[in-house]
């Protein structure tokens, strides 16, 4: 039985697993810093999901508030659609 080739495959293993290691940890670091890399856009204002609604058959609305303005959105298997500015509890047409 020739046991040659064991060696180098576990060495073969451990280099592409030490290479994985270490694109996956850039791809961390990448993600995590990205915000201060130089030409990164910057957030203007937060953007939060206030309610949704499944209205079924993959379809949804959905209430989203960006600077304190509300919007309805439909969404849906083929995507989204916006509705209409949301204000005091009446939509105003888009």
């Not at 060495?11 to 961390?28: E, P």
């Amino acid at each position: 039985m020739d046991t040659t080739g064991l060696p180098q495959a576990g060495s073969t293993i451990a280099s592409l697993l030490a290479i994985f290691l270490l694109l996956g940890g850039a791809a961390f670091l990448l993600r995590r810093f990205r915000a201060n890399l130089p030409g990164a856009v910057k957030s203007q204002g937060s953007i939060s999901i206030v309610a949704i609604r499944v209205l079924g058959g993959q379809h949804s609305l959905v209430v989203a508030e960006v600077e304190g303005i509300k919007f309805l959105i439909g969404i849906s298997r083929n995507g989204m659609t916006p509705i209409g500015k949301l204000n005091d509890g009446e939509a105003e047409r888009q």
